[in-house]
């Protein structure tokens, strides 16, 4: 899980730019850390254009009548998606943008409408991902960029860059 260290991030982001890949090349990376801001440093020093935050988050379930773990992977735990993993998301996104002012946030996490995803670009993310919604309706990110539509008409919000970051202090 190279992305539970500094160093192992740095290089593998190193391998990755140094293979010369002709795409942009962004970091996706894990909320189980105690330091995120940290490791999408070192991404971003690294070669990395910009941080995708956040990956699943390590999670366990267990089926109490067979008594064994059933997410993701079973016995090796897995990965927690959707709405319980939104305001962790947020909270990555806001810490790794006051770290990292400048840097090229995609966040990701639970964005289920346009308000989630208004939340993520106040924290500080440029753009927006939606992942476990299009498992429920395909057509998800259409809705939640209708949801951010509507979110801004409401709101008098003209244009959606103004909200970057505006949660910020
Ligand atoms: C079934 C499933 C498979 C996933 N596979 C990957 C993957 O291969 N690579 C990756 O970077 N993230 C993967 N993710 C993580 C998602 O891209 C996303 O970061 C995470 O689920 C949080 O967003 P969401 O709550 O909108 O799904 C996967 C998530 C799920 C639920």
Redesign the pocket.
Known sequence: MFAHSPTATAEVLEAVAAAGPAVPLWA?LSPTVSDLAEIAGAALSHGAEGV?L???ALAMVIDTERRVPVLGSGPAGG?L??PP??PI?VRAVFDVRAAHPDATIIG????MTGRDAVELLMAGADAV?????T?RDPRAAWRVLDGIGAWCSSHRVRAVRSLRGAAQP
């Open positions: 996706k995708t956040v990956n699943t990965g998606s959707g993993l939104h998301a990701v996490g639970g964005v991902q939606v992942g476990t919604a498992f």
